[in-house]
C-alpha cells in the first residue's frame, strides 16, 4: 500500500497541525500518480472515532483493480483524511473542526484536476462510523456550496443520536446537523446511502444508523448488511471497512453510476437512486441498466415446449439447444393466483418473459427478468397473475450450456395456500410456552405471516424442522425475515433434512402508521415438508434491552449510589453514626423510589398548563419521552436497568472497599506507622494551596485532569486515614492496657487540648469517606474520554480547547478538597445535615429523569449533594 500525502496551503496546516490529506495507490498506478494533476473521478474517504485513514485501502484496492479490468477507460481517486484517530465518539469538541477541515480538503482535491478535459465538479464521500457525521455536516458550514458533494455513503454511522452522549458538544452538534436536514430537506438533494452492519456490531446497533424518513427527501437510502444482495452477512463495526462482499457491492454501483459523456458520477439524482436501489436494496440477477428494454426479442428456434401442468421442473445439462418452456395462462387464471419460477443459474441474462396475446409461442415478449430477485442459491420470481392482465403465455429460457448443470422450478398456486399466520407468543411466556405451523403441501414457498411481531424488545427463536423423502442429493432452502418497514432482512441458507434455528428481533420498531406485517419467507423443496415453531427468547429480550438501553447504565447507577449516599448522611443526623454501604444500599436504592415520579413527570407533561410552567423554568426534555419518540420504551426496562445498576453500586462500592484497604496494608508496609488525625476541627494548612494549583492545572490543561487528581488526592486521604485506624487497632491488640492507660489521660486533659478522633469515629467516617469515593468513580469514569483525547493530542496543544470539564472541575476540586479532611464527628451536629441528607433522592430523580439519555449531565446532579456535604463543616 502506498498513501502520497497531499500538500496542503501552509496557512492550513498550521491552523490543523494534527490532520493530513492523503491519496491511495498501489503498483504502476502510485507510479503514474506521483506527478499531478490527476485524470480520474476524486472519492473522498473519512475514517471514524479511532480511525485510521489507511482504511481506504480495503475500497480502494477493490476499485482499482476493477478499473483494470477494463483498461482504465475509468478509474477513481481515493483519498483519505488522517484525523490522527480522534475519539470523537467520546469526545465531540473537535467535530466541528474535523468538518471545517473536510471541507478545505475538499476545495483541495478539486483542485488537483484544474485543467484537464473531464475536471470534476465535486466528489463522492464514504464516511465510517463518526465520518459519515462529519460528512452530513458539511452541509451546515455558512460557506459550504452542496454542489461539491454528488453523493454520500456511510458505514455503520450513528445518524439519530451519539451513542454514548459523554459531553454536551457530540449532542449539540447532533442537533445542529439533524436539525438542519430536517428543516432544509427541501433544499437538499444529496442522494445519501447508509449502510448498517447489523446485530454483530456491538459498538452502534443499526437503529442509530437509519437516516430520518422525511416524505419529501426521497433521495436517502438505509438499508442493513444482512438485507445487501450479494451480502447477506452482518458485520461488525470494524469489519464493515474491510467487508469484501459489501465493498465490492459498493464499487459496482460506483462504476454505475459514471456518466459516460463527463466520465464523473452521473449528476441526475433519479439514476443515483436508481443503481443504488439495483445494488443495495433489490438485484433481479441482471446487470444495471437506465432505461431496461422491457420488449425482448426471443429468438426464432423450433424448440418452443408447451407446459400445461400447474407444477413443473427441468433439469439442465449439457443443453446444446436453446430451448422455450410456455406456461398458457387462461387455464391457471380460473384456479390460481400466483405464478412462481426459480432457477439455481445465477447468470445476468434474462431467463423469464410474458407473451402478449399469443396462440404457443411469440417473436417478442415482456422482460419479467426483471422482477426477479437474486437470492444466494437461486433468483426467483412471484407474479400476481392479475397484475398481468395481458399475458396469454408465460415462458422460461433455458440457454445452451456446456458442462454445468442447473434447475428451473415452476409452479402455480392460490395465495391463502402458501400465505399462513402465525402469531409471536406474549413477551411474558419466557419461552416456556410455543406456537407451531405444519407446511404439509409439496411446494416451492411460503409466507409465514408473523402476526404481532412489530416491537424491539421483541424476541423470538424459530425452530425449522425438515423432513425430506426420496432425497438423493444435497438440497438447499432458505429462509428470509422479510421487514416491510425497513431494509433490515436477514436470510439463513440449509441443509435439508435439517434442524435450523432462527433469532428474530427487530433494529426499528414498526411505525404506528404502518400496518404492514412481517414476513418469513421460505423458499423450499418440493420433495420435504416443515414445521415452524416459534416461541419467546427472554436471554435475547434482555440483549435487546442491554443493546438499546446498555448506555444509560451509568446513570442507574449513580442513581442508587446517590440513594445509599443520601441514607448514610441520614442516619448520621438521626443516629449519629454512619451506616454501611452495602446496608443502606439494600435499603435505599429502590425502584419505587425513583420510576414513579418519572412516570408522574411524563404524565403531567401531556397537559398544556404543565408543559408551559416546565418551559418557563427553562427544564430540558425529559429523556423517557426522547425514547417514546423513538419507540424504545419498553416495559420494566427501568426496573430491569434498576436492579442491573444496583448490582454494579454494590461490587463497586465492595471494589472501592477492598482497593482502599489493599492499598493501606501497602501504605503500612511502605511508611513508618500512620496516626489517628489529632485535630478534626482545623483544616489542613496545605488545603488552599493545593485547590488553587488543581484549578489552575484545570484551566491551563484539561479540566478532566484535574478532576482525576482530585480523586487521586481523595484516595490517598482516605487510605492514610484506613492506614491509621489498622494500625491503631494493631497497637490496641499488643499492648491493652497501654491503650487504656493512654485513653484515661486524654480524658483527664480532654480541655488542655483539641478533641482527638477515636478509632470507632474514624471507621464512621471512613464509611462515608468510601461511598463519597465510589460516587466521585462514576464521576471521573465519564470524564475520562476527554482526558484521553487531550493526552492523545498533547503534542499538539497544552490545553483542550473546548473542555467539557472544566466548569465542573472549578466547582468539583474545593468541595473535594474540604470533604477529604472531614470527619463524621465534626459535621454531625451541622444545622445544614439534615437538608444535606434529604437532597440525594430528588436529585437520584433527576439523575434518571435528565441523564439517561444525556450522561454528561450525571456528573451536575452528584456534586450538588457533595458540595451541601462539604459546607457542613462551616455551618
Not at 468513580?777 to 480547547?801: E, G, H, M, T
Request: hydrophobic content about 40%; some cysteine.
Amino acid at each position: 500500500m502506498n498513501c502520497r500525502k497531499i500538500e496542503l496551503p501552509k496557512k492550513l496546516a498550521k491552523r490543523y497541525p494534527s490532520y493530513e490529506l492523503y491519496l491511495y495507490g498501489e503498483g504502476s498506478y502510485a507510479e503514474e500518480h506521483k506527478i499531478l494533476p490527476l485524470t480520474g473521478i476524486p472519492v473522498l474517504f473519512l475514517p471514524g472515532n479511532a480511525g485510521s485513514y489507511k482504511q481506504v485501502r480495503s475500497i480502494g484496492s477493490i476499485a482499482l483493480r476493477k478499473a483494470e479490468d477494463i483498461d482504465f477507460k475509468y478509474h477513481f481517486d481515493f483519498f483519505s483524511v488522517n484525523f490522527n484517530e480522534e475519539l470523537v465518539a467520546l469526545y465531540g469538541g473537535s467535530l466541528q473542526k474535523q468538518t471545517k477541515f473536510v471541507h478545505e480538503c475538499i476545495k483541495a482535491i478539486l483542485k488537483l484536476y484544474k485543467g484537464q478535459e473531464f475536471a470534476p465538479k465535486s466528489v463522492a464521500i464514504i464516511g465510517h462510523s463518526m465520518g459519515g457525521l462529519v460528512a452530513r455536516a458539511l452541509l451546515t458550514l455558512k460557506n459550504f456550496k452542496q454542489d461539491l458533494l454528488n453523493l454520500l455513503i456511510t458505514q455503520a454511522t450513528p445518524h439519530v443520536a451519539p451513542v454514548m452522549p459523554l459531553d454536551r458538544f457530540i449532542t449539540d452538534f447532533y442537533m445542529t446537523v439533524n436539525n438542519y436536514w430536517i428543516l432544509n430537506a427541501r433544499h437538499i438533494n444529496l442522494t445519501t446511502l447508509s449502510v448498517a452492519g447489523g446485530f454483530r456490531d456491538y459498538q452502534v446497533r443499526s437503529g442509530l444508523t437509519f437516516l430520518p424518513k422525511l416524505s419529501h427527501h426521497t433521495s436517502a437510502l438505509s438499508v442493513v448488511s444482512s438485507a445487501v444482495p450479494k451480502t447477506w452477512v452482518s458485520t461488525d463495526h470494524l469489519s464493515i471497512v474491510w467487508c469484501k462482499q459489501l465493498q465490492l457491492t459498493t464499487i459496482r454501483a460506483f462504476f454505475d453510476l459514471i456518466d459516460a459523456d463527463t466520465k464523473q458520477i452521473t449528476q441526475n439524482p433519479k439514476k443515483k437512486l436508481s443503481v443504488l436501489n439495483h445494488h443495495f436494496i433489490r438485484h433481479p440477477a441482471k446487470h444495471f441498466e437506465e432505461k431496461p428494454a422491457i420488449i425482448s426479442d426471443l429468438t426464432v428456434t423450433p424448440l418452443w415446449v408447451p407446459v400445461k401442468v400447474s407444477k413443473w421442473t427441468y433439469v439442465a445439462y449439457n443443453e446444446s439447444d436453446k430451448i422455450y418452456f410456455t406456461f398458457p395462462l387462461a387455464n391457471h387464471r380460473k384456479i390460481y393466483t400466483h405464478a412462481y419460477c426459480q432457477s439455481t443459474m445465477l447468470d445476468t441474462n434474462s431467463w423469464i418473459f410474458g407473451c402478449i396475446n399469443s396462440t404457443s409461442m411469440c417473436q417478442q415478449g415482456v422482460d419479467l427478468s426483471w422482477k426477479a430477485e437474486l437470492l444466494p442459491t437461486i433468483k426467483s420470481l412471484t407474479l400476481r397473475l392479475q397484475d398481468y392482465p395481458s399475458l396469454s403465455h408465460l415462458v422460461v429460457y433455458v440457454p445452451s450450456i456446456h458442462g454445468s448443470k442447473f434447475v428451473v422450478d415452476c409452479e402455480f398456486f392460490k395465495r391463502e395456500t402458501r400465505s399462513i399466520q402465525l402469531p409471536v407468543t406474549h413477551l411474558f411466556s419466557f419461552g416456556l410456552s410455543s406456537r407451531k405451523v405444519k407446511l404439509n403441501t409439496s411446494g416451492l414457498f411460503y409466507n409465514i405471516e408473523l402476526l404481532n411481531f412489530g416491537q424491539i424488545y421483541q424476541a423470538f427463536q424459530v425452530n425449522i424442522d425438515s423432513k425430506c423423502s426420496r432425497v438423493k442429493e444435497e438440497i438447499t432452502s432458505i429462509y428470509k425475515l422479510h421487514i416491510p418497514w425497513s431494509y433490515e432482512d436477514s436470510l439463513t441458507i440449509a441443509q435439508v433434512p435439517s434442524s435450523t434455528e432462527i433469532s428474530l428481533k427487530l433494529h426499528v420498531a414498526q411505525p404506528d402508521n404502518d400496518s404492514h406485517v412481517a414476513l418469513l419467507k421460505m423458499y423450499t423443496s418440493s420433495d420435504c415438508q416443515y414445521e415452524v415453531t416459534i416461541k419467546t427468547s427472554f436471554p435475547q429480550i434482555l440483549g435487546q434491552v442491554v443493546r438499546f438501553h446498555g448506555g444509560a447504565l451509568p446513570a442507574y447507577v449513580v442513581s442508587s449510589i446517590l440513594l445509599a449516599y443520601g441514607g448514610q448522611l441520614y442516619s448520621l443526623f438521626s443516629a449519629g453514626h454512619c451506616l454501611e454501604y452495602a446496608t443502606m444500599l439494600d435499603k435505599e436504592a429502590k425502584p419505587y423510589k425513583v420510576d414513579p415520579f418519572v412516570i408522574m413527570i411524563k404524565f403531567l407533561l401531556g397537559y398544556k398548563w404543565f408543559k408551559e410552567i416546565w418551559d418557563v423554568l427553562l427544564l430540558p426534555e425529559l429523556d423517557v419521552i426522547v425514547l417514546t419518540s423513538q419507540s424504545m420504551c419498553f416495559p420494566l426496562v427501568s426496573l430491569i436497568l434498576f436492579l442491573f445498576g444496583t448490582c454494579t453500586a454494590y461490587w463497586g462500592g465492595l471494589l472501592s472497599s477492598t482497593a482502599v484497604r489493599l492499598l493501606s496494608s501497602l501504605w503500612l508496609a511502605l511508611k513508618r506507622p500512620s496516626e489517628l488525625p489529632k485535630d478534626i476541627k482545623m483544616l489542613s494548612p496545605d488545603l488552599p494551596l493545593l485547590t488553587v494549583v488543581l484549578i489552575i492545572i484545570s484551566w491551563a490543561t484539561c479540566g478532566a485532569f484535574a478532576i482525576l487528581l482530585t480523586y487521586l488526592y481523595y484516595v490517598f486521604k482516605i487510605v492514610h486515614l484506613q492506614a491509621s485506624v489498622t494500625n491503631f487497632k494493631n497497637s490496641q491488640t499488643v499492648n491493652p492496657k497501654h491503650s487504656r492507660r493512654s485513653d484515661k489521660r486524654c480524658s483527664q486533659h480532654k480541655d488542655a487540648v483539641p478533641p482527638r478522633l477515636s478509632a470507632s469515629e474514624a471507621e464512621d467516617s471512613l464509611r462515608m469517606h468510601t461511598t463519597v469515593a465510589t460516587l466521585l468513580a462514576w464521576v471521573v469514569l465519564l470524564c475520562v474520554p476527554s482526558l484521553i483525547y487531550w493526552f492523545k493530542n498533547l503534542r499538539y496543544y497544552f490545553k483542550l480547547n473546548p473542555d467539557p470539564c472544566k466548569p465542573l472541575a472549578f466547582i468539583l476540586i474545593p468541595t473535594m478538597a474540604i470533604l477529604g479532611n472531614t470527619y463524621n464527628v465534626s459535621i454531625k451536629s451541622s444545622k445544614l445535615l439534615k437538608t444535606t441528607s434529604q437532597f440525594p433522592l430528588p436529585l437520584a430523580i433527576g439523575v434518571i429523569a435528565f441523564g439517561s439519555t444525556h450522561l454528561y449531565r450525571v456528573p451536575c446532579f452528584v456534586f450538588i449533594p457533595l458540595a451541601l456535604h462539604a459546607l457542613c463543616n462551616f455551618m
